[in-house]
Structure formats: structure tokens, C-alpha cells
């Protein structure tokens, strides 16, 4: 393993295994496919992270869907190799101990990439600072604050006890690990034998930082009460930076990496928009994410790509060819893949789905601005298309967050309106929705539904999975979709305009989208197969081809890492 990396990757959650509930949606899948991809490209990098010991909650629903949160049982050697070194960060004035898991990444071409847990966890720390490590967005602010610590000072001391001495990256996923800059100012006064922070350090620390927001609502983005911070981090700390950032009551995550990061960036076009709009005095640029194909590509569509477009993995942009793909054969995978969602379905949940049904699926984190109820708003109508135009059967799954109260009542709703059509139209809620699920009900469907509330979908990469493998979209113009929506070639708008904000009139939602499934997408579906599996070509060949983690860590580099 050579420590010759240049970029350092943090991020509060990873997503690499589903044995592994080290991520809670889809920021962790995204910090996941990124390293991936990373490793695929041989980008000279590492990541960091937490280690969470009893995760992001197992789900368990009752019958009124009312969810009960459980901690992950798990087993950490199984996953992750114990590294010698310990590093110490300093929370509310105690010394706690940290040490460090190791995973590795494999590239398509053998690189490596080391993804490292950290871990308070140890007998020297009290018994709170043992637990400080074990949920992810667990616990009070306090608890919060402390795990950013960690996080970003902890992690950039961890790097260079682990013998990382040249990185002149630091990319920091979502301002939870902003807290690095302190650490990195610290290090260049003592390079610089300074003891007070000017603008020449300030500039030093600017160069090395990069920060990727990812949240289009102000309340969305961390911040902590000012007495808090100080506890926590020391009052000298923050009084050092004091005239330099025009901080009031509160230390804000976000602002923090703004101010010290020399390119900052939104997740997709629109949200880079929407983001630069929020913080005007920065300049904000915008990459739009993607995911790892070969990760989300089903077995049978992967087989597929490889007979006839060898080398796609290692160049994803050639799946641009999948349009040749005689139609037969890609149907034929199509069906295997709803065929294995179908019956572990049945087998899971006695559920009786039929594979010749037309099968919506819709998972994702459940939370009020991406309205999951949308689809039952009016439960008779669904209804009525199931039995005049053509017979449905739908999929959900998600996880709310344990403090979400509006997400948990949506599940409860969600349940309500199951029970309600449960002698016509068949809908299955799948528990516990983890990755392994996700590639599963991605692939497995034949269209792929998603409802957020306009501007509030940073970009959502749940479609680009099922881009990968034929399955089109029906979506709010919203994220990343704005992008990728071709109305009838790559899948279907629900409202035809994106134009709007968050207070615009969003009653008309649910009846453009039960239009389209009624006038479009069923008889396409039941009545014009051909064109059905053209959408579905169209799905790979211009959506899987570019909105992928290898395009976007491209840009990254170009953008960002080497510039
Ligand atoms: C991809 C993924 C997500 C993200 O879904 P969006 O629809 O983009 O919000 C969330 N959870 C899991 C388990 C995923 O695999």
C-alpha cells in the first residue's frame, strides 16, 4: 500500500456492503460508488469515515406501519481489518482514544483504495465516548458535534499516523466533516511556526479543501449552538477564527467549508443553481452524481454488456451502444431480473405478484419532501387503471429517520392506503431497504417512480440504478432528472414543469401522474412492447452511459482534485 495518496475523501456515512449498516441513504451509496469508481480510475486517494457499531437502525414495521428502530447486530472483524494506530481528539476537555478499521476497494484493474473506519470504541475512553461511535444521526446535538470531531480531527490525525503525509485534497462530503479545516489550519501554523491565523494560512488550508454540498433547504444544513461548540471543541478554538468568519451564535458546517474551501460544488445542475441562489457570495459550480455500473447492473444485464460492449466497466460512456442490443435479448434479462424480485417478493412477504404484471417500484429514505403518499392520492383512480387500462402491482420500501415524525406518519400512510387496495391492486411494502434491496427492486421493476416536491431533490441517484438496467423513470422534474428526462425516449416527466419553487401549487402532481400512467405508460407497456423496450434502450444507452461515478469523478478531477 503505498501512502503516496493526494486526495482525502470524508464523509459521514459509506455505503459499501448491506452487512455493513455504516450508511443510512443515499449520501452514504453515493460516498460509496465514488470510491469505487475512484478505485476503477486508480485515483491516488483514501476515505474516511465512522465506524458505526450498531448503525443506522434495523427496521421493523407493525401491521399499522408504525416503525421500531433495533441497533444493527453485526460483526465488525468480519468486514474490516484492525489497523496499530490510535490517535487521541479532545471533546469537552476529556482525551478520547480513537482507532481504526481498514477496507479495501479493488479496482476494475487491481488498485486499491482504503477506506478507513474510525472507532472510539475502545477501554480507555468512558463509557459514553465508547458509544460515540455507534449510531449514525443518532443521539442529541451534543453527541452530533462529537462525532464531527471525530470525523474531521480525529480523521486528519488518523491519516497521518497512518504515514498519509502528501494529500493536497481534502474533499469533504456534506459539511458533517468540515471540522477537518481546524485540524489542517492547525497544521499549517505549525509549519509555518505561527500562533495566529492570517490570511496566508487561511489561503494554505482554501487550496487543499474541497467541499460537495447537498442539501437544497437552509434547515437542512448542520449547525450548532455557539456555547455547544464551545464546549466541545475549547473556546480558544473558535475565538481564533473569530475575526476572520463574521460568526454570530451559531457555528454553521456549511459556512465553515465555504469559507475554507477553494471549489465548492452542488450535485446536479439544478441544485448547483439552487445552491449558488442560497449562498450567493460564493461561487458554487455543480457536478451531477452518478453511480458505480458494474455495482448496480444487474447480473444478467452485466452478462449482457459484456457480450456486446466488452470493456464497459472499465468505460462506462460505451454503454452508449447498448441501442444495438438486439431488443429480444434485452427484454429477456429484463424479465429474469423481475423474475428473482418477483419471486423472493412471494417467497418474503406471500405476496402472490405475477411477472407479467406491470410492476411500479418506488424506495427510497422515507421523508416528507419526497412524498411518498403521492402515488395514493386517489386510491380509486389507481384503482380504475388497474382494471380498465391494464393491471399494476407496485413495490415500496424505506427507511424514515428515527427522529423524522412527518416520515413515520407517511409510513403509516402508506400502510393505510396498502390496506385500502388490497383486493384490487397488489402493493408490497419490502422492510428494511438496504443496498442489497436496492439492486434488487432497481432492476427487477419496469418503472422506477419518484415524487419529490420540487427544488427540494438535490439530484436522487435511485433512478440512475434502474437507468442501468432498462428501467425507465417516471419523476418529478426534479434533481438529477431534469438532467435526464427525454419525454418517451429515456422515461417520463410526472409535471411538465420544473420551473417552479417550493411554494408553487403542487395539487395538479397527483393527477399528471395518474394521466401518464393512464394515457402513456400502460398501453406503451401492454400495447406497444417494441416501444416500451426502446424507452428501456434508451434508459441504458443515454442515462446509464453518463450518469455514472466514473463521468463524475472525471470531472471531479478535472474540477477539483488536479486544478
Ligand atoms: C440508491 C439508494 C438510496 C437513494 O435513493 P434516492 O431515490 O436517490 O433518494 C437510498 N437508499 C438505498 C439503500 C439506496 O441504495
Known amino acids: 500500500m503505498d501512502m503516496d495518496r493526494k486526495i482525502a475523501y ?67 472483524d468480519d468486514f474490516l481489518q484492525e489497523m496499530p494506530e490510535r490517535v487521541t481528539v479532545t471533546l469537552e476537555g476529556r482525551p478520547v482514544q480513537l482507532r481504526v478499521w481498514k477496507y479495501s476497494i479493488i479496482g476494475t484493474a487491481g488498485y486499491e483504495v482504503p477506506v478507513y473506519f474510525l472507532d472510539a470504541d475502545l477501554p480507555e475512553n468512558t463509557e459514553r465516548d ?28 488518523m491519516l497521518r499516523a497512518l504515514g498519509y503525509h502528501h494529500i493536497d485534497r481534502f474533499h469533504m462530503n456534506e459539511g458533517h466533516a468540515s471540522l477537518l479545516t481546524f485540524e489542517l489550519l492547525d497544521e499549517q501554523l505549525a509549519r509555518t511556526g505561527q500562533t495566529k491565523i492570517d490570511q496566508s494560512v487561511i489561503d494554505t488550508v482554501r487550496r487543499m479543501c474541497v467541499f460537495t454540498t447537498h442539501t437544497p433547504v437552509a434547515a437542512g444544513h448542520d449547525q450548532f449552538p455557539m456555547d455547544l461548540a464551545q464546549r466541545v471543541l475549547g473556546p480558544e478554538r473558535l475565538a481564533s477564527l473569530q475575526g476572520i468568519f463574521a460568526w454570530d451564535r451559531t457555528l454553521n458546517m456549511t459556512y465553515l467549508a465555504l469559507n475554507l474551501s477553494h471549489y465548492v460544488n452542488g450535485v446536479a445542475k439544478k441544485h448547483g443553481e439552487v445552491s449558488q441562489h442560497m449562498f450567493s457570495t460564493y461561487v458554487i459550480d455543480s457536478i451531477t452524481n452518478g453511480v458505480h455500473a458494474a455495482t448496480w447492473t444487474s447480473p444478467g444485464f452485466a452478462v449482457l454488456f459484456d457480450k456486446y460492449i466488452p470493456g464497459w466497466r472499465d468505460d462506462n460512456f460505451s454503454l452508449r451502444y447498448a441501442l444495438s442490443i438486439p431488443r429480444a435479448e434485452v427484454w429477456q434479462v429484463h424479465v429474469l431480473a423481475k423474475q428473482r424480485l418477483v419471486r423472493y417478493v412471494n417467497r418474503e412477504c406471500n405476496a402472490g405478484l405475477d411477472v407479467d404484471t406491470f410492476t411500479i417500484g418506488y424506495a427510497r429514505r422515507l421523508t416528507p419532501y419526497k412524498r411518498p403518499d403521492l402515488l395514493f392520492t386517489d386510491p380509486e383512480r389507481l384503482r380504475r387503471i388497474h382494471s380498465q387500462v391494464g393491471p399494476i402491482q407496485i413495490l415500496y420500501g424505506g427507511k424514515s429517520h428515527p427522529q423524522d415524525q412527518g416520515g413515520k406518519d407517511l409510513l403509516a400512510r402508506v400502510f393505510e392506503a396498502i390496506q385500502g387496495l388490497k383486493e384490487q391492486v397488489k402493493v408490497v ?54 438532467e435526464g428526462c427525454i419525454e418517451d425516449v429515456t422515461g417520463w416527466a410526472i409535471s ?68
Open 130 to 157: 465508547r458509544s460515540l461511535t455507534d449510531q449514525l444521526y443518532g443521539g442529541d446535538m451534543c453527541y452530533r458535534l462529537c462525532q464531527e470531531t471525530i470525523l474531521g480531527i480525529g480523521g486528519v490525525r
Open 10 to 76: 470524508f464523509s459521514m456515512e459509506i455505503g459499501l456492503d448491506a452487512g455493513m449498516p455504516t450508511y443510512s441513504g443515499g449520501l452514504g451509496i453515493l460516498a460509496g460508488d465514488t470510491i469505487r469508481s475512484g478505485a476503477d480510475l486508480k485515483i491516488p486517494m483514501v476515505a474516511v469515515t465512522l465506524l458505526y457499531r450498531k448503525g443506522y437502525f434495523y427496521q421493523r414495521l407493525d401491521e399499522q406501519g408504525r416503525q421500531s428502530e433495533q441497533p444493527v447486530e453485526w460483526v465488525v
Open 429 to 482: 411494502f419490502l422492510p428494511n431497504y438496504d443496498m442489497d434491496l436496492a439492486r434488487m427492486i432497481t432492476s427487477g421493476v419496469d418503472l422506477w417512480l419518484n415524487t419529490p416536491q420540487p427544488p427540494l431533490e438535490a439530484s436522487g441517484t435511485s433512478g440512475m440504478k434502474a437507468a442501468l438496467n432498462g428501467v425507465p423513470s417516471l419523476s418529478m422534474l426534479d434533481g438529477w432528472w431534469i
Open 496 to 563: 411538465p414543469d420544473h420551473k417552479t419553487t417550493e411554494t408553487a401549487d403542487r395539487s395538479m402532481d397527483a393527477t399528471y401522474l395518474y394521466d401518464k400512467l393512464e394515457k402513456v405508460i400502460l398501453p406503451m407497456f401492454y400495447k406497444d412492447r417494441d416501444r416500451f423496450i426502446n424507452v428501456m434502450l434508451h434508459a441504458i444507452a443515454l442515462n446509464g452511459s453518463f450518469f455514472n461515478t466514473q463521468r463524475m469523478m472525471q470531472q471531479y478531477v478535472l474540477k477539483a482534485y488536479f486544478s
